[in-house]
């Protein structure tokens, strides 16, 4: 019994329940509010914040496991959501490595940026494993528009990365 609770306590519990909650915002709510004609892309956002919050290992954790949950929807390779999640989370930890106490609006720097960075991976992979067409101009729009949303919606991200992601002790 205690090593259930244990399982069901751990953040990456969490992690998989609250990407089920992401995960279905992101192909039903929000594939039909197109602002400016770009889906918002919450996953990234749940995975950027969480690379700024808790470092590079946990965000490219945070990627990998959010980027797979993503994959078993998408009708591309499985693997590819994953691997660029995962090097987002990575890329929004690395960016704040340097410093002892970010403060808020370094990290919100650090969403908008990788946000950016996070929709030229996904083309830039999809490129590299042979499926043509991603490369287009119209990404700078995507990523522009992402950027901008995922800067708005960050401080609500912050709360629920912080919860999902904090490293809680069983006492029984």
Known sequence: MIR?????????????????????????LFTELRP???????VLL???VSGSINGVAIGALTGLIAGLM?????????????LTLGLAGATAG????FFDQPTWWMRLVTVVIVSVLGEIYYPLAQTVVGLDGWLQLRMIKVAIVVAIFNAILSPLALLICRWTLAERKLSV
Request: proline residues 4%; charged residues 5%; without cysteine.
């Open 4 to 28: 259930f609770l244990t399982i069901m306590s751990s953040r990456w519990t969490r992690l998989v329940l609250v990407m089920l909650v992401v995960l279905s915002l992101q192909t039903t």
């Open 46 to 48: 749940f995975v950027v």
């Open 36 to 42: 400016f004609g770009v889906a918002a892309q919450l």
């Open 94 to 97: 690395l960016l704040l490595y």
């Open 70 to 82: 993503y994959d078993f929807i998408l009708p591309t390779p499985v693997g590819l959501t994953s």
